[in-house]
């Protein structure tokens, strides 16, 4: 069989001769000229991904095959295996298929004078089979040769089979959220076999379907994602395009380029930073080409390449100009007549000082005749790199340069199809003006993905700043109508398109609309700074031009901006935009909209930890909803209420907020989420109250609830939550129930990957290890807990984390290496202005001060403990009274560690907290055991260590033997001071055996 029989222009006849379709039935099937049919079965070109996906459904690919058709459409893979239908066919005459891997206009200049940075990218890519991967950064001013040199490379991988994606920025997109990952995720997506992709867990390619329309379209089924926070999704979303990536890869070397990154938009700034640290593990080359002389203006763009340049995997490769001998190769090689004038290599390198662009389009006039040498030798040299461009562009037909114009309104690359209807010329017209513009190396012709392109944004940039106003605002009006009536992008950049041609073109209301959906579109990946930047253009343009919104419309297009505002952390700016659509929903009379802003209001003030401003917000709105007689939102409301005034401490409030949220709820038979947000926020409230029972009880409900509507996060945290009220220090001592309960939440939210759970819960089950011995696997979560944490910059679960950490240290008696946790989680919740854990991190602070024999600060522990009894915040009292009896027991005071020990034993009895109960009894033991009354220090210890062996609370069980040999001895009871011992030293010796491999040691030899 010939080798074109195994071509796709050659499968795509065979298919439509087999459908009795003409070359024109079948373009006006799929909504593009005749030729291009001509040109894809002549493989010529190939089709653009959107006509590729409208031949398969015009030619009826059946669902199975569509995968392997569109890859073969894009040349990703050969079409041998596409089933042919079995009709006559003639021979097929056409010439033989082009290169796929040839850039458009690969007539280009020969490659000189890069060829030592080009053996260093080949070398970096031979080191690759090590397994380690590689940054090059590109650097250069403009027209020096970047794109060149990374073309070649890119050229050199492909040749070899090499898996590479290759993408550049342009600048009209910079503000288009992901726009160069978007391209790099979709070439991979069409690049990877159905079975390597179905090895990525169904959550991160429900992640990248969200922002790749290739995925979507292959994915049949997709689990629904989580509404977690912007960092969590945001971080999902990089892990899951590692992990594409890395199925695209299969463990071969991988070659990404990236050019222009100068007008990369901040995602994927981010991203590209992301995956530059993730290198040490993957074979992959990142190459990424930026102008050198943006990095005085651009600060993310300097932020990013000094990062960068920090990493040991990073190579910076800056390029210079042409030397001398440089120019007289590329003439040589050229080898053109009317290049041969003497010392011409010379005059050029002189004039042009080398800059590879100048040369070159110089040279193509010289050799094209637009320009020659004079007599005296003088040479059309252009006194800059615009006058160059424009001596080129005034030899372009007079009938040929609308198109041109009309190209660079465009802004960027460009398909067939879309220029062609824009154009409105007869199609033979159009076809040999693209054609003449190719050949003289204006545009370029990317064959693989069927698009045209200009062949240096410089071109582009002159063209465009050469057309007339008033002739730039209609062309832009013109491509702006087009786009709307026929969509030819993807989704994901249709409405930022839409809206920079609109604006454009003076078409206010509308480039209002899509300014506003192509902000939504970047707040829904997450990308905020870009939903941001959407959003001010939006607000401006509102500014100078009121009369293109109503006042209702102007209204939601600040209360969407203050949304997005705070969810970037921006609050004083989220405060203005909610205040002033408040004012202006009550001027328009619209209450029930001005409240659902206060709410928006209240939980942007909570966000920033300004709990009374929060509290004001909510307060208001409730009135509001109780006024309208509207119970439901009322709920909301207090559940609300009751998160705010939790998260300050204030759990006195919480409780009565919750609770009068619950009682609507079961009223009005409420099964939907606000009633799983009242079951949830009144068990938080019960828990903080140190009442576990409850507590675990309205967690039940609430989850239960959550699994009827299929929430996903609930579920998951009302799991987490029961975990936590079954722990030692807080709850039940249920320790194996606790277990259970963490395991099934972080199966949860691993399969879903909720962050934002993530990290609480895993601080929760390394309590739990803790406490059961299993200091190993405790300090692998914690490991990952606190990283995890500082990465999505969650202040109140790192407060929890170093205050874990420290309890770890304490249990394996370091309290050298649990002080600067202690100390480092007060700082970090000061910082912040968080109240939330102080009271107990300031608890254990002067636990392990005391043990380390650094005086401590009694009155801020008194304090702390005051607090936290004003404001129902029982779950730490807890912890402070068992220090404060220590401390007690330490100075001598007998009867104020009793005390305190009475007290921590009455509320822990009225929780069934019996490790707590259990701790209780050791205290009082010790306390007796302090002023000789040994009959009672037995007796209290005693019940202290069948507590905690019930329990299974191995540290507690330790001090208890100790406690109760020193008793022994007391009392000349050589057997019993034997056997404590004994036990003592059993459990010591299990707890340093379950550290092997950890790295942590334990100092459980004599009593703290």
């Given at each position: 069989?010939?080798?074109?029989?195994?071509?796709f222009?050659y499968w795509?006849?065979?298919?439509?001769k087999?459908?009795?379709?003409?070359?024109?039935?079948l373009a006006?099937?799929v909504s593009?000229?005749q030729?291009a049919?001509?040109?894809?079965?002549a493989?010529?070109r190939?089709?653009?991904?959107?006509?590729?996906?409208?031949?398969?459904?015009?030619?009826?690919?059946?669902?199975?095959?569509?995968?392997?058709?569109?890859?073969?459409?894009?040349?990703?893979?050969?079409?041998?295996r596409?089933?042919?239908?079995e009709?006559?066919?003639?021979?097929?005459?056409?010439a033989?298929?082009?290169?796929g891997?040839?850039?458009?206009g690969?007539?280009?200049?020969?490659?000189?004078g890069?060829?030592?940075?080009?053996g260093?990218?080949?070398?970096?890519?031979?080191?690759?089979?090590?397994g380690s991967?590689?940054?090059v950064?590109i650097?250069?001013?403009?027209?020096?040769?970047?794109?060149?040199l990374?073309?070649?490379?890119?050229?050199?991988?492909?040749?070899?089979a090499l898996?590479?994606l290759?993408?550049t920025?342009?600048?009209i997109e910079?503000?288009?959220?992901?726009?160069?990952v978007i391209?790099l995720?979709?070439q991979?997506?069409?690049?990877?076999?159905?079975?390597?992709?179905?090895r990525?867990t169904?959550?991160?390619?429900?992640e990248i379907?969200?922002?790749?329309?290739?995925?979507?379209?292959?994915?049949?089924?997709r689990?629904?994602?989580?509404?977690?926070f912007p960092?969590?999704?945001?971080a999902?979303l990089?892990?899951a395009?590692?992990?594409?990536?890395?199925?695209?890869?299969?463990?071969?070397?991988?070659i990404?380029m990236?050019?222009?990154?100068?007008?990369?938009?901040?995602?994927s700034?981010?991203?590209?930073?992301?995956?530059?640290?993730?290198?040490?593990?993957?074979?992959l080359?990142l190459?990424?080409?930026y102008?050198?002389e943006?990095l005085?203006?651009?600060?993310?763009?300097?932020?990013?390449?000094?990062?960068?340049?920090?990493?040991?995997?990073?190579?910076?490769m800056?390029l210079?100009r042409?030397?001398?001998?440089?120019?007289?190769?590329l003439?040589?090689?050229?080898?053109?007549?009317?290049?041969?004038?003497?010392?011409?290599a010379?005059?050029l390198h002189?004039?042009?000082d080398?800059?590879?662009?100048?040369?070159w389009?110089?040279?193509?006039?010289?050799?094209?005749?637009d320009?020659a040498?004079?007599?005296a030798?003088?040479?059309?040299?252009?006194?800059?790199?615009?006058d160059s461009?424009?001596?080129?562009?005034?030899?372009?037909?007079?009938?040929d340069?609308?198109?041109?114009?009309?190209a660079?309104?465009?802004?960027?690359?460009?398909?067939?199809e879309?220029?062609?209807?824009?154009?409105?010329e007869p199609?033979?017209?159009?076809?040999?003006?693209?054609?003449?513009?190719?050949k003289?190396?204006?545009?370029?012709?990317d064959q693989?993905?069927?698009?045209?392109?200009?062949?240096h944004?410089?071109?582009?940039?002159?063209?465009?700043?050469?057309?007339?106003?008033?002739?730039?605002?209609?062309?832009?009006?013109?491509?702006?109508?087009?786009l709307?009536?026929?969509p030819?992008?993807?989704?994901?950049?249709?409405?930022a398109?839409?809206?920079e041609?609109?604006?454009?073109?003076?078409?206010w209301?509308k480039?209002?609309?899509?300014?506003?959906?192509?902000a939504?579109?970047s707040?829904?990946?997450?990308?905020?700074?870009?939903?941001?930047?959407w959003?001010?253009?939006?607000?401006?343009?509102?500014?100078?031009?009121?009369?293109?919104?109503?006042?209702?419309?102007q209204?939601?297009?600040?209360?969407?901006?203050?949304?997005?505002r705070?969810?970037a952390?921006?609050?004083?700016?989220?405060?203005?935009?909610?205040?002033q659509?408040i004012d202006?929903?009550?001027?328009?009379?619209?209450?029930?909209q001005?409240?659902?802003?206060?709410?928006?209001?209240?939980?942007?003030?909570?966000?920033?930890?300004a709990?009374?401003?929060?509290?004001?917000?909510?307060?208001?709105?409730?009135?509001?909803s109780?006024a309208?007689?509207?119970?439901?939102?009322?709920?909301?409301t207090?559940y609300?209420?009751?998160?705010?005034?939790?998260s300050?401490?204030?759990n006195?409030?919480?409780i009565s907020?919750?609770?009068?949220?619950?009682?609507?709820?079961?009223?009005?038979?409420?099964?939907?989420?606000?009633?799983?947000?009242?079951?949830?926020?009144?068990?938080?409230?019960?828990?903080?109250n140190?009442?576990p029972?409850a507590?675990?009880?309205?967690f039940?409900?609430?989850?239960?609830?959550?699994?009827?509507?299929?929430?996903k996060?609930y579920e998951?945290?009302?799991?987490?939550?029961?975990?936590w009220?079954?722990?030692?220090?807080?709850?039940?001592?249920d320790?194996?129930?606790?277990l259970?309960?963490?395991?099934?939440a972080?199966?949860?939210?691993r399969a879903?990957?909720?962050?934002?759970?993530l990290?609480?819960?895993?601080?929760?089950?390394?309590?739990?290890?803790?406490?059961?011995?299993k200091?190993?696997?405790?300090?692998?979560d914690?490991?990952?807990?606190?990283?995890?944490l500082?990465?999505?910059?969650?202040?109140?679960?790192?407060?929890?984390?170093?205050?874990a950490?420290?309890?770890l240290?304490?249990?394996?008696n370091?309290?050298?290496?649990a002080?600067?946790?202690?100390e480092?989680?007060?700082?970090?919740?000061?910082?912040?202005g968080?109240?939330?854990?102080?009271?107990?991190?300031?608890?254990?602070?002067?636990?392990?001060q005391?043990?380390?024999?650094?005086?401590?600060?009694?009155?801020?522990?008194?304090?702390a403990?005051?607090?936290?009894?004003?404001?129902?915040e029982?779950?730490l009292?807890l912890?402070?009274?068992?220090?404060?009896?220590?401390?007690?027991l330490?100075?001598?005071d007998?009867?104020?560690c009793?005390?305190?020990?009475d007290?921590?034993?009455?509320?822990?009895?009225?929780?069934?907290?019996?490790a707590l109960v259990?701790?209780?009894?050791?205290?009082?033991g010790?306390?007796?055991?302090?002023?000789?009354?040994?009959?009672?220090a037995r007796?209290?210890?005693?019940?202290?260590?069948?507590l905690?062996?019930?329990?299974?609370?191995?540290r507690?069980a330790?001090?208890?033997?100790?406690a109760?040999?020193?008793?022994?001895?007391?009392v000349?009871?050589?057997?019993?001071?034997?056997?404590?011992?004994?036990?003592?030293?059993?459990?010591?010796e299990?707890?340093?055996?379950?550290?092997?491999?950890?790295?942590?040691t334990?100092?459980?030899?004599?009593?703290?």
């Amino acid at each position: 069989m010939d080798e074109r029989s195994n071509s796709f222009g050659y499968w795509l006849r065979r298919r439509r001769k087999a459908l009795d379709l003409t070359q024109d039935a079948l373009a006006q099937k799929v909504s593009c000229s005749q030729a291009a049919i001509k040109k894809i079965e002549a493989e010529e070109r190939r089709p653009s991904r959107g006509l590729a996906q409208r031949l398969a459904e015009q030619l009826a690919i059946p669902a199975q095959e569509r995968a392997a058709f569109l890859q073969a459409a894009r040349a990703l893979r050969t079409s041998d295996r596409l089933p042919l239908d079995e009709s006559p066919i003639e021979a097929l005459t056409a010439a033989a298929a082009s290169d796929g891997l040839a850039f458009a206009g690969e007539q280009k200049s020969p490659f000189v004078g890069r060829h030592n940075e080009y053996g260093q990218l080949l070398g970096l890519i031979a080191r690759l089979t090590a397994g380690s991967g590689q940054v090059v950064l590109i650097e250069g001013e403009a027209g020096i040769g970047k794109s060149r040199l990374m073309h070649e490379v890119a050229r050199y991988a492909r040749q070899r089979a090499l898996p590479t994606l290759v993408t550049t920025c342009y600048e009209i997109e910079r503000a288009i959220a992901y726009q160069p990952v978007i391209d790099l995720a979709t070439q991979a997506c069409e690049a990877t076999s159905e079975t390597r992709l179905r090895r990525i867990t169904p959550i991160l390619l429900a992640e990248i379907a969200a922002l790749v329309p290739a995925m979507a379209a292959r994915l049949v089924e997709r689990v629904p994602l989580s509404a977690d926070f912007p960092e969590a999704r945001q971080a999902r979303l990089f892990h899951a395009l590692g992990q594409l990536l890395d199925a695209l890869a299969q463990d071969r070397q991988l070659i990404v380029m990236i050019d222009d990154i100068q007008w990369a938009d901040d995602a994927s700034l981010q991203f590209l930073h992301f995956l530059a640290r993730q290198m040490a593990g993957r074979p992959l080359l990142l190459a990424c080409a930026y102008r050198d002389e943006e990095l005085d203006d651009n600060e993310r763009l300097a932020s990013l390449v000094e990062r960068l340049r920090r990493e040991p995997h990073t190579r910076h490769m800056a390029l210079t100009r042409f030397g001398p001998g440089d120019t007289e190769m590329l003439i040589e090689r050229l080898n053109d007549p009317k290049l041969s004038a003497p010392d011409l290599a010379v005059r050029l390198h002189r004039e042009t000082d080398g800059n590879p662009f100048f040369l070159w389009s110089i040279m193509h006039s010289l050799s094209e005749g637009d320009c020659a040498v004079g007599e005296a030798g003088s040479l059309p040299l252009p006194d800059g790199l615009r006058d160059s461009v424009r001596r080129r562009l005034a030899r372009v037909p007079h009938e040929d340069r609308p198109l041109l114009d009309l190209a660079a309104v465009l802004g960027r690359r460009f398909d067939f199809e879309t220029l062609l209807a824009l154009t409105r010329e007869p199609e033979e017209r159009f076809l040999h003006a693209i054609e003449s513009l190719v050949k003289r190396r204006l545009l370029r012709e990317d064959q693989e993905g069927g698009f045209y392109d200009f062949s240096h944004e410089k071109v582009r940039e002159v063209v465009y700043r050469d057309i007339g106003i008033a002739r730039r605002v209609l062309l832009h009006r013109a491509v702006a109508e087009m786009l709307e009536q026929h969509p030819t992008s993807k989704a994901h950049e249709l409405d930022a398109r839409l809206a920079e041609h609109y604006e454009r073109a003076n078409v206010w209301p509308k480039a209002l609309r899509y300014l506003g959906l192509a902000a939504d579109h970047s707040q829904k990946l997450f990308a905020m700074r870009e939903s941001l930047q959407w959003f001010d253009r939006a607000v401006a343009l509102l500014l100078a031009h009121p009369e293109a919104a109503t006042q209702a419309q102007q209204l939601a297009l600040y209360e969407r901006r203050g949304v997005a505002r705070a969810q970037a952390g921006q609050t004083e700016g989220a405060v203005a935009d909610f205040q002033q659509a408040i004012d202006a929903a009550r001027a328009l009379g619209e209450h029930e909209q001005a409240r659902d802003v206060l709410i928006q209001l209240g939980m942007a003030y909570r966000r920033a930890d300004a709990y009374e401003q929060a509290i004001v917000c909510l307060d208001e709105a409730l009135k509001v909803s109780l006024a309208m007689g509207d119970e439901r939102h009322a709920a909301d409301t207090l559940y609300h209420l009751g998160t705010v005034a939790w998260s300050n401490g204030r759990n006195d409030l919480a409780i009565s907020y919750h609770q009068q949220a619950v009682d609507i709820c079961e009223r009005l038979v409420l099964t939907d989420l606000v009633a799983v947000q009242a079951f949830h926020g009144r068990g938080e409230a019960y828990f903080a109250n140190a009442e576990p029972a409850a507590a675990i009880a309205s967690f039940s409900r609430s989850l239960d609830l959550a699994r009827g509507i299929g929430d996903k996060s609930y579920e998951s945290e009302n799991l987490m939550m029961i975990g936590w009220a079954c722990t030692g220090h807080m709850g039940l001592a249920d320790y194996q129930r606790a277990l259970s309960h963490f395991d099934a939440a972080l199966v949860i939210a691993r399969a879903a990957d909720l962050q934002w759970h993530l990290g609480p819960t895993l601080i929760g089950r390394a309590h739990v290890q803790v406490a059961l011995g299993k200091f190993g696997a405790a300090w692998a979560d914690l490991n990952e807990a606190l990283p995890r944490l500082e990465t999505l910059r969650l202040v109140r679960y790192q407060i929890m984390a170093h205050d874990a950490l420290g309890c770890l240290f304490l249990d394996l008696n370091r309290p050298e290496q649990a002080l600067p946790h202690y100390e480092r989680g007060l700082r970090v919740a000061l910082d912040a202005g968080i109240t939330y854990w102080r009271p107990r991190l300031q608890a254990n602070l002067a636990i392990a001060q005391l043990r380390l024999d650094i005086p401590c600060d009694r009155a801020a522990l008194q304090a702390a403990h005051q607090y936290a009894q004003d404001h129902s915040e029982a779950w730490l009292t807890l912890r402070c009274l068992e220090v404060l009896a220590e401390l007690a027991l330490a100075n001598g005071d007998v009867d104020g560690c009793i005390t305190h020990a009475d007290q921590l034993l009455a509320l822990a009895t009225r929780g069934d907290m019996r490790a707590l109960v259990g701790q209780a009894h050791r205290l009082r033991g010790l306390a007796w055991l302090a002023v000789n009354a040994f009959e009672s220090a037995r007796n209290e210890l005693t019940l202290a260590v069948t507590l905690a062996e019930q329990t299974g609370r191995g540290r507690l069980a330790w001090e208890c033997h100790d406690a109760l040999a020193r008793v022994a001895a007391a009392v000349g009871d050589g057997a019993g001071k034997s056997n404590s011992e004994a036990r003592a030293r059993t459990i010591a010796e299990q707890i340093v055996k379950d550290l092997g491999g950890s790295g942590l040691t334990s100092n459980l030899t004599s009593a703290p």
